[in-house]
């Protein structure tokens, strides 16, 4: 079955640093589909980025990148010049392929809790 | 472009009642899916509907359903209400259909379920 591992329960990173937040995943399927997502003590669930099985190129959006190494069934999120507005849960999620014509849902990580610090 | 919207954010129940949420996803998106978050049990898929029929349901009782309308909008109810059913649910939106693999999956604000 599909799994992702987010092994770091919490996270410190000084304010204008970079930070990389692990996530590992187990699927025996050669099309899926990796996100992040960033939740705020609002809730709400924010789309950071996404990372097709196929792409060639790790995804780039703003200060999030993606590094993506598919043998190691990693997809590792690297945040640059940590601002103190990134102070959230950080969750990995997978997309398991979908027959019958679903979208395949979302399977998520534990999160991963990352302060930023002045 | 308006975001996925839920209703109500907060909720308080007492045990033994009846619930229901409602999500209006991004206007265009046909796909809908519910998901549970709880600290013990992180998110959980609940069901997922598109074009007013359930696609794909997740490990939940019975007691957890839900519908699609022809305008997209879906609402998901629970009966019975158990204090274990407190949690945050959240919905998500998508565009496509069928077997491409979609990249996105935006997700609104969330109902916060308190069932005392």
């Known amino acids: 079955a599909q799994k992702i591992t987010q092994t770091q329960p919490g996270m410190f990173v000084q304010e204008k640093e970079a930070v990389t937040l692990d996530c590992t995943y187990d699927t025996s399927d050669q099309s899926y589909g990796l996100f992040w997502y960033k939740q705020p003590s609002s809730g709400e669930m924010i789309f950071l980025i996404y990372q097709g099985s196929y792409d060639e190129q790790n995804a780039t959006e703003g200060r999030y990148s993606l590094n993506f190494q598919k043998a190691r069934k990693s997809a590792n999120l690297v945040i640059s010049a940590s601002q103190l507005g990134d102070s959230a849960m950080y969750f990995c999620?997978?997309?398991?392929?979908?027959?019958?014509?679903?979208?395949?849902?979302?399977?998520f990580g534990k999160g991963t809790k990352l302060s930023v610090k002045p | 472009k308006a975001g996925v919207t839920q209703t109500p954010r907060y909720l308080i129940k007492t045990r033994g009642q009846q619930v229901t949420l409602s999500c209006s996803p991004i206007s265009g998106h046909r796909s809908v899916s519910w998901y549970q978050q709880t600290p013990g049990q992180g998110l959980q898929f609940l069901f997922e509907?598109?074009?007013?029929?359930?696609?794909n349901k997740g490990n939940f009782p019975g007691r957890f359903s839900g519908r699609q309308f022809s305008n997209s909008r879906s609402e998901m109810n629970v009966s019975t209400l158990e204090l274990g059913d407190s949690a945050l649910y959240l919905c998500?939106?998508?565009?496509?259909?069928?077997?491409?693999?979609?990249?996105?999956?935006?997700f609104g604000q969330g109902t916060r379920l308190t069932v005392v």
């Open positions: 509907y598109f074009s007013e029929t359930q696609r």
């Open positions: 999620a997978m997309r398991e392929p979908s027959w019958g014509g679903s979208q395949g849902n979302l399977i």
């Open positions: 998500a939106s998508s565009s496509g259909t069928g077997r491409v693999m979609n990249t996105e999956a935006f």
